[in-house]
């Protein structure tokens, strides 16, 4: 089984500062990786994912995560916050093969809020 | 990548009642997901639907709720049977493909029961 557990609910960062959102997971397996974006009465969006190799991954937006085996973690982060980037941000995770595929866990979300 | 699309995008229903939720995608998928989002909270799997075998539901979740049809690869449709208040949620469809080994979700419906 695996779990995700995201640092902090709530998350204000001052515009073109760094965005940093924290996430770790338990899983038995080496896992797959997500962070979505959703904003206000929308759907979500995959920023960017960790399948295999490559432990720097980049995504959307100017969004890059790194997997860290040892520490469990996927944080996510962005050098410079811009307004736009005020949203829900959840990270999830799903373990590879058998009857797994298309299951992901999600953390419980981190509100990013960006001040002027 | 792939489009989903969801019907209706939101509704407001009266206790006792039944709602069908249509999900479209824009190209054949195998896998294909219901998920829902209480207010405020994060997202839960409710069921697994691949065309041509039941639906597999997720601890918590019944077929007698939840009926799910996958009638073929691009399409499902999710109903909320007997609705109560604490049905009130986001219902959000979603696909696996499987080459790309990402995962896509509709926009969702946004559920009022009161």
């Known amino acids: 089984a695996q779990s995700v557990t995201q640092l902090g609910s709530h998350v204000s960062v001052s515009e073109g500062a760094l965005v940093l959102l924290r996430c770790n997971y338990s899983s038995s397996v080496p896992p797959y990786l997500f962070w979505y974006v959703q904003y206000p009465n929308q759907g979500l969006q995959l920023l960017l994912k960790?399948?295999?190799?490559?432990?720097l991954v980049k995504g959307i937006n100017g969004f890059e995560a790194e997997f860290k085996k040892s520490e469990t973690s996927f944080h996510l982060t962005k050098p410079s916050a811009h307004m736009s980037d005020a949203a829900e941000y959840y990270c999830a995770v799903r373990a590879p093969g058998g009857d797994s595929w298309g299951k992901l866990q999600f953390g419980a979300g981190t509100q990013v809020v960006v001040t002027p | 990548s792939a489009v989903i699309s969801q019907k209706p995008s939101r509704d407001i229903c009266q206790r006792g009642t039944s709602l069908t939720i249509q999900c479209q995608v824009d190209?054949?998928?195998?896998?294909m997901f219901w998920y829902r989002q209480q207010p405020g909270q994060s997202l839960t799997l409710i069921a697994t639907?691949?065309?041509?075998?039941?639906?597999?539901?997720e601890s918590g979740f019944v077929i007698d709720k939840f009926p799910i049809s996958r009638p073929n690869l691009t399409f499902s449709t999710l109903t909320v049977s007997n609705m109560s208040p604490e049905d009130s949620s986001i219902y959000l469809c979603?696909?696996?493909?499987?080459?790309?080994?990402?995962?896509?979700f509709g926009p969702g419906t946004r559920l009022t029961v009161t």
């Open positions: 639907a691949n065309q041509g075998s039941e639906a597999t539901y």
């Open positions: 190209s054949q998928v195998t896998m």
């Open positions: 979603s696909v696996w493909t499987s080459g790309a080994h990402e995962q896509y």
């Open positions: 960790y399948t295999t190799g490559a432990t």
